[in-house]
């Protein structure tokens, strides 16, 4: 079984400070990674995926991930937060099928000016 | 190329009464993916179409069926409404099934109100 954790529900930080989205996964075979975004009101939008092929992935807007096997981690990272980037940020790793994700929890991200 | 799309946006009903969403894939995938959002349970899968079949299934009860065309335009369907169904739908399309590092387009969901 696969499931993934994402610590805080609320990340708050100011225009220009460090980004860091927490999730840690827990897989029973060698996992395949998301981060999604999902803005007020639509569906989801995909941020970037690990696939075993590079463990720094970047993504669109400035985003990237590092995959930590010992750490079970897939942190999200963005170097320095714009106010479009408020919106709420979902892990999710794949099951049997890329089809069935198991998303955590969320973590809302507030940017203040 | 057109994103998925999915309708109606809003839905409002009341207990005891069925309900049908409808969603479109992208142009040329053929796997297409249902989950509901709700605040207290957050993103749960709910069934994967391929080919007009179901080929997982997540677990809720039966009042939740779904069906596949054979353009790959997708349905799901609740049955007898319970106040507990209020959420945001979602459905993704993919080209294929099985690839699990395949990417999952999503569509902006339907939010359906049940009072």
């Known amino acids: 079984a696969q499931s993934v954790t994402q610590l805080g529900s609320h990340v708050s930080v100011s225009e220009g400070a460090l980004v860091l989205l927490r999730c840690n996964y827990s897989?029973?075979?060698?996992?395949?990674l998301f981060w999604y975004v999902q803005y007020p009101n639509q569906g989801l939008q995909l941020l970037l995926k690990?696939?075993?092929?590079?463990?720094l992935v970047k993504g669109i807007n400035g985003f990237e991930a590092e995959f930590k096997k010992s750490e079970t981690s897939f942190h999200l990272t963005k170097p320095s937060a714009h106010m479009s980037d408020a919106a709420e940020y979902f892990c999710?790793?794949?099951?049997?099928?890329?089809?069935?994700?198991?998303f955590g929890t969320g973590t809302r991200l507030q940017v203040m000016l | 190329k057109a994103g998925v799309t999915q309708t109606p946006r809003y839905l409002i009903k009341t207990r005891g009464q069925q309900v049908t969403l409808s969603c479109s894939p992208i142009?040329?995938?053929?796997?297409v993916s249902w989950y509901q959002q709700t605040p207290g349970q957050g993103l749960q899968f709910l069934f994967e179409?391929?080919?007009?079949?179901?080929?997982n299934k997540g677990n809720f009860p039966g009042r939740f069926s779904g069906r596949q065309f054979s353009n790959s335009r997708s349905e799901m369907n609740v049955s007898t409404l319970e106040l507990g169904d209020s959420a945001l739908y979602l459905c993704?399309?993919?080209?294929?099934?099985?690839?699990?590092?395949?990417?999952?387009?999503f569509g902006p969901g339907t939010r359906l109100t049940v009072l």
């Open positions: 897989s029973s075979v060698p996992p395949y």
């Open positions: 142009s040329g995938h053929r796997s």
């Open positions: 690990y696939t075993s092929a590079a463990t």
């Open positions: 999710a790793v794949s099951a049997g099928t890329a089809s069935k994700l198991t």
């Open positions: 179409y391929f080919s007009e079949t179901q080929r």
């Open positions: 993704a399309s993919s080209f294929s099934l099985g690839v699990r590092w395949d990417e999952q387009f």
